[in-house]
Nanobody
């Protein structure tokens, strides 16, 4: 069974930092494009950052220069380093994986990030 398990969310003051981690099943990780999405109350889920299986990255304009996505193909883990956090970054953050070999999408259960002003 393929799993994505997020960790690292929490409560932080504006201007602070958090690092999210997503541990993925080894069977899919190395050939999967990975991403972080977020969903704030009353809003649609939106893409935050994406990293391809070969390491190419993309960011939403709202998080460029503040967030960094990375992956460790030995630990089968993708990270989201979030700096200079703002109250508008408050959301549930979801890990996402798109397996190129299985042609399937996977989602984690989500982790809450709350930024207080």
């Amino acid at each position: 069974q393929v799993e994505l398990v997020e960790s690292g969310g929490g409560l932080v003051q504006a201007g602070g930092s958090l690092r999210l981690s997503c541990a993925a099943s080894a069977i899919i990780f190395s050939t999967s494009d990975m991403a972080w999405f977020r969903q704030a109350p009353g809003k649609q889920r939106e893409l935050v950052a994406r990293i391809s299986f070969i390491g190419s990255v993309n960011y939403a304009d709202s998080v460029k220069d503040r967030f960094t996505i990375s992956r460790d193909n030995v630990k089968n883990t993708v990270y989201l380093q979030m700096n200079s956090l703002k109250p508008e970054d408050t959301a549930v953050y979801y890990c996402y994986g798109n397996s190129r070999t299985r042609r399937a999408d996977y989602w984690g259960q989500g982790t809450q990030v709350t930024v207080s002003s």
